[in-house]
């Protein structure tokens, strides 16, 4: 199994940057990627993000490209999640999600962000 903690919301302003991070113990070894995803209020859950674990490739969807990255070091099994620039419409719970090599998927307990206007 893989546990994944999510860390790093908070409250933030508009224009404004926060860094979540997602630390994976367990079976790491059989992660082949790290996704992002968000819920906003009242919505449903959508992809963010990715990381490949051993490529270190990574996805953005273009509603965050340019302003969202991703490390590609995750020596430490942790993945972070850099947001700037960051806009209302970033308002969410953000959750990390581990797949493995045999297709199974991980969630984190998901951490909220507030973007105020």
């Known amino acids: 199994q893989v546990q994944l903690v999510e860390s790093g919301g908070g409250l933030v302003q508009a224009g404004g940057s926060l860094r979540l991070s997602c630390a994976a113990s367990?079976?790491?070894?059989?992660?082949?990627?790290i996704n992002w995803f968000r819920q906003p209020p009242g919505a449903e859950r959508k992809f963010v993000s990715a990381i490949g674990w051993r490529s270190g490739g990574t996805y953005y969807v273009d509603s965050v490209k340019g302003r969202f990255t991703i490390p590609p070091d995750n020596a430490k099994n942790t993945v972070y999640l850099h947001m700037n620039s960051m806009k209302p419409e970033d308002t969410a719970v953000y959750y990390c999600?581990?797949?493995?090599?045999?297709?199974?998927?991980?969630w984190g307990q998901g951490t909220q962000v507030t973007v105020s206007s």
């Open positions: 999600a581990a797949e493995t090599d045999g297709g199974t998927n991980y």
């Open positions: 367990g079976r790491t070894f059989s992660i082949s990627g």
